[in-house]
């Protein structure tokens, strides 16, 4: 069966200081990749999403960046972190017959 | 762009009552998800609905699509303390598989 891999569950990290969240899939190939932030209380916003090696495509302009290193695992990263960035994180695949499934997310606090 | 409004966006109810959440969309797609979201936790898949006149149930919610609207609803039948939660569609895109969220709805059901 299919499962997604997200990691930290939880993180704090000074202003300035660089990020890096992994998500991996095990038990599917070549499924689509998705990362969303959702603010407190609010609904999630797609920031990147992914149908292939190495194509990324972005969602809404910011200081993050996100990479497709291996077919089943997506990486958000940032070189330095500002107080907006503060949110929940969620890492998401899908197949084009399949609804999305997600990782248990990553709770970013920026201090 | 792809634009998704659920409403309402906040349902306080008393419990045995029933209830709907509205999902409408701005441009075709040919498929949409409902899930759910406990607080402090990650999402969670009720249903996927793939056509025209879709309609699928599980215990006391039901969630139907209507493409040529380009609406789906979410129906609660005799609601129970258990479903307060807060409840999101999402709505994939056809020409690039983009998934995009509704705000949510967060229903509180009062005992």
């Known amino acids: 069966s299919q499962t997604i891999h997200q990691w930290p569950a939880t993180l704090v990290q000074p202003v300035g200081s660089p990020l890096s969240l992994e998500c991996t899939v095990e038990?599917?190939?070549?499924?689509?990749l998705y990362w969303y932030r959702q603010a407190a209380g609010r609904g999630l916003q797609l920031l990147f999403y992914s149908v292939g090696i190495g194509q990324i495509s972005s969602e809404v302009p910011q200081n993050l960046s996100a990479s497709r290193p291996q077919d089943r695992q997506f990486i958000l990263s940032s070189k330095k972190l500002l107080l907006s960035d503060s949110g929940f994180y969620l890492c998401?695949?899908?197949?084009?017959?399949?609804?999305?499934?997600f990782g248990q997310g990553t709770r970013l606090t920026v201090v | 762009e792809l634009k998704v409004e659920q409403n309402p966006l906040f349902l306080s109810m008393q419990e045995g009552k029933n209830y709907t959440i509205y999902c409408n969309y701005s441009?075709?797609?040919?498929?949409l998800y409902w899930y759910r979201q406990d607080p402090g936790k990650s999402l969670e898949s009720l249903f996927v609905?793939?056509?025209?006149?879709a309609v699928k149930q599980e215990g006391r919610l039901m969630a139907s699509l209507d493409t040529k609207a380009r609406l789906s609803t979410l129906h609660i039948t005799a609601a129970v303390h258990d479903l307060s939660a807060t409840y999101f569609c999402?709505?994939?895109?056809?020409?690039?598989?983009?998934?995009?969220f509704g705000k949510g709805t967060r229903l509180h059901i009062l005992p």
């Open positions: 441009t075709t797609s040919d498929r």
């Open positions: 998401a695949w899908s197949r084009r017959i399949t609804e999305a499934f």
């Open positions: 609905l793939l056509s025209n006149g």
């Open positions: 038990g599917t190939s070549n499924p689509n």
């Open positions: 999402a709505v994939v895109t056809l020409r690039d598989d983009k998934i995009i």
